[in-house]
C-alpha cells in the first residue's frame, strides 16, 4: 500500500494513467528490477528493517566529553544476559572521495557532496574570489562539527551553481578553513532532488533533469590524460600521446573508456597499451560534425588491471581479401553490374550521374549490402541476434 495521493512507482502525485509515471520503463538502483524508483523501493525499506532490529549492526556513537580516539564501549542488556559491544573509530577522508565539477561564474569549483553536514559552506579564500555579497549570520554558537568542536560562522552568501548547464541556488554559510572550499550539504541535495549512484559514480538532480560525474582524486592516479592540446578534424580519429602515473613504466595496461565521459564529446578505444617514461598513446574518434578540441589534462581513460582481461585472440594476419574494396571496407558478397543495376531500379536509388563506373559500382554494393535497412516490408528485413 503506498501513500495516499502518491504513485507507488515514482513517489510522486498520481498519475491519470499508470503508463504516464516516468518509471515504468525504469530499472531500480536497489533491487534492479523495472517499474518504479529506489526511493519507494520494498526491498530498500526491508534491509533498513532488518538493520535496525540487529543490535550488533549498529555501531556505538563517542559521547560528548570522551576522547574520540578511543574505543567507546556500550552495555546491550536481554534479559539476564548482558554484553559488552566495543566500537572503534574509523576515519576515511572522503575530502577528494565524492566530488563533483560546478560553474560559479566563470570559475569551476570542486564541490564535495556531504551528506553528513545538513548546511552548506564554502571557504572564506573562495567566497572573496567570487567577490560573493556577505551577509551577517544569526548564528552565535557556530556550526557544530562531526568531533564536536564549534567552527564559527562569518556570514552568509547566496549564489547559483551551473552543473551541466542547469543553475541552482545555494545559501552557504562562510566559515574559516574547511576541509573542502565548497561543500554542499543535504538541505541542497534535498530541494534538488540529488541522487547518488555510487555503482556507475553519477550523481542525478532535479529529478534527473540533469547528469554529473561522481570524481575522486584518489583515481586520478589511474586516469590516462592529453599530454597536450589537440585538434581532431570532423568524422575523424587520430592516436594522440598521453600521460599516465608512472608507477605503470615498463608495464602492459589495459585503457578502459571512462564511463561517465564515453559518447559525450568523443568516443576512445579500449587497448592493450605499454607505458614508457610516464607516457602511452590513445585512439580517439570524433564522431561530430565539428573540430574537435582536447585540451591539455582531458581525462581520456582509465587504467585496469590485465586480470580484468577474460580471454584474448591472436591477431590473423592472413585475411581474406575478398570481398574487400580499395578503401578496406569488408562487404558482404561481390554482385555482378547486373543484379547491381536491377537492385538500384527496383529500388529506385537517385545516384548522381557524375560518378564513374567503378564509383557507382562500389557504391551500388554498399548499398546492397545493407538492403536491408532500405527494407520496403517486413519480409526484407533482415534478422538481428
Known amino acids: 500500500m503506498g501513500i495516499p495521493g502518491k504513485c507507488n512507482k515514482c513517489g510522486r502525485y498520481s498519475h491519470q494513467h499508470p503508463n504516464y509515471c516516468p518509471a515504468i520503463n525504469s530499472n531500480c538502483n536497489v533491487c534492479n528490477k523495472r517499474g518504479h524508483f529506489a526511493r519507494v523501493c520494498r526491498a530498500a525499506a ?43 573509530t574509523v576515519t576515511h577522508p572522503i575530502t577528494d572521495d565524492s566530488f563533483i565539477v560546478v560553474r560559479i561564474g566563470q570559475k569551476q569549483v570542486k564541490a564535495l557532496l556531504d551528506t553528513g553536514s545538513y548546511a552548506s559552506l564554502i571557504s572564506v579564500k573562495l567566497a572573496k574570489a567570487l567577490k560573493l555579497d556577505f551577509k551577517p549570520s544569526r548564528m552565535s554558537t557556530g556550526q557544530i562539527t562531526a568531533n564536536f568542536s564549534r567552527v564559527p560562522v562569518i556570514a552568509v552568501v547566496e549564489f547559483q551553481v551551473n552543473i551541466s548547464g542547469l543553475f541552482m541556488p545555494v545559501t552557504a554559510k562562510v566559515v574559516e578553513n574547511p576541509v573542502h572550499d565548497l561543500i554542499l550539504g543535504a538541505s541542497f541535495m534535498k530541494y534538488n532532488e ?140 561481390l554482385q555482378s553490374n547486373e543484379v547491381l543495376e536491377h537492385f538500384c531500379e527496383e529500388y529506385g536509388f537517385n545516384i548522381n550521374p557524375k560518378l564513374t563506373p567503378d564509383q557507382r559500382r562500389e557504391l551500388l554494393q554498399l548499398l546492397y549490402g545493407y538492403k536491408a535497412v532500405f527494407a520496403r516490408t517486413l519480409s526484407e528485413t533482415g534478422r538481428y541476434l
Open 194 to 333: 540529488v541522487s547518488i549512484d555510487f555503482r556507475t559514480r553519477m550523481v542525478s538532480m532535479a529529478d534527473d533533469l540533469v547528469r554529473a560525474p561522481l570524481q575522486s582524486d584518489n583515481r586520478a592516479q589511474k586516469c590516462v590524460t592529453c599530454e597536450r592540446s589537440v585538434c581532431i578534424s570532423p568524422y575523424s580519429e587520430a592516436l594522440i600521446s598521453a600521460t599516465c602515473d608512472r608507477r605503470f613504466n615498463n608495464q602492459t595496461v589495459l585503457l578502459e573508456p571512462l564511463i561517465q565521459f564515453q559518447f559525450r564529446r568523443f568516443a576512445l578505444a579500449r587497448s592493450l597499451n605499454r607505458c614508457e617514461n610516464g607516457k602511452t598513446v590513445g585512439r580517439v574518434i570524433n564522431y561530430n560534425p565539428q573540430t574537435l578540441v582536447l585540451l591539455r589534462g582531458t581525462k581520456l581513460t582509465k587504467i585496469e588491471p590485465l586480470s580484468a582481461v577474460a580471454s584474448c585472440k591472436l591477431f590473423n594476419e592472413n585475411v581474406d581479401l575478398k570481398g574487400v574494396n580499395d578503401l578496406g571496407t569488408v562487404v558482404s558478397q
Open 46 to 88: 526491508r534491509s533498513a528493517a532488518q538493520f535496525t532490529d540487529r543490535p550488533e549492526l549498529r555501531c556505538a556513537l563517542p559521547q560528548a566529553g570522551r576522547d574520540s580516539g578511543h574505543p567507546t564501549s556500550r552495555q546491550h542488556s536481554s534479559g539476564s544476559k548482558s554484553r559488552n559491544v566495543t566500537a572503534k
